[in-house]
């Protein structure tokens, strides 16, 4: 998986694109927001201490430390359960060389990447055109946010202006964007103003209806439940 341009990411090794997180902005990077009635938020390098997503302490670890793997997750989290979605990240991390390069992922040969996310265990259910979905994401990444998912949200300085952006992504309809500010909010400290607001149902303190909601084996199980109901009921309002 050859990158198709220079731009400072080595060349592949078996079929893989050597990888080195993007470099951030700097000082620039660290930048304190300030909300239209004044209250603030520290949008630098805003991260989870843990999440519980996956089941595998080393895939939650990435997600955690790591914007670009959780949005990777977010975009992989349909069609298949929560755990194999979010897990995604690291196996394609792990499959590069041991970290999640954006910018080779964005530049490599589109066969080449869908192979790579096809070969067993597949990262998704559907690797092929969940490989081009994230490729498509990893390159607004690199074009518009520097290489880095946490660019996206520190500049943001209102919970609707987050929604938009992400809604904007790749993939990311109406429903994903307010489930993906729901989890940035809950668990990753990313709370500009009236995020819980742009995030529905999904931002409710206390909720139990999606992933942003899921901190262990009990919260997994009662979001599971709700969403068992919620397909249960669609059902039924169709026949």
Request: proline residues 5%.
């Amino acid at each position: 998986m050859t990158p198709k341009d220079a731009r400072g990411v080595g060349s592949v090794d078996s079929g893989a694109p050597r990888c080195g997180r993007p470099t951030r902005g700097g000082a620039d990077h660290r930048i304190r927001l300030v909300a239209a009635v004044g209250t603030t938020w520290d949008a630098g390098r805003v991260t989870a201490s843990s999440l519980y997503l996956t089941g595998d302490p080393n895939a939650d670890a990435l997600l955690a430390r790591d914007g670009n793997a959780l949005l990777i997750g977010m975009v992989l989290d349909q069609q298949v359960p929560m755990e194999k979605a979010f897990s995604g990240p690291a196996v394609i991390a792990e499959r590069m060389g041991s970290s999640l390069d954006v910018a080779a992922i964005a530049d490599a040969d589109p066969e080449q990447f869908a192979a790579l996310c096809a070969r067993p265990p597949a990262v998704h259910r559907f690797p092929g055109s969940m490989a081009g979905r994230v490729q498509a994401v990893c390159r607004v990444l690199m074009s518009d946010y520097r290489g880095d998912a946490e660019n996206l949200w520190a500049s943001a300085t209102t919970g609707a202006e987050l929604r938009k952006r992400i809604a904007a992504l790749p993939g990311f309809g109406d429903q994903k964007a307010s489930i993906f500010v729901a989890l940035l909010g809950k668990q990753y400290g990313v709370r500009p103003e009236g995020w819980r607001e742009a995030a529905g149902k999904y931002g409710e303190d206390g909720s139990r209806i999606s992933v942003a909601d899921v901190t262990g084996p009990e919260s997994l199980t009662a979001v599971r439940a709700a969403k068992k109901a919620a397909k249960a009921a669609a059902r039924a309002a169709q026949q």
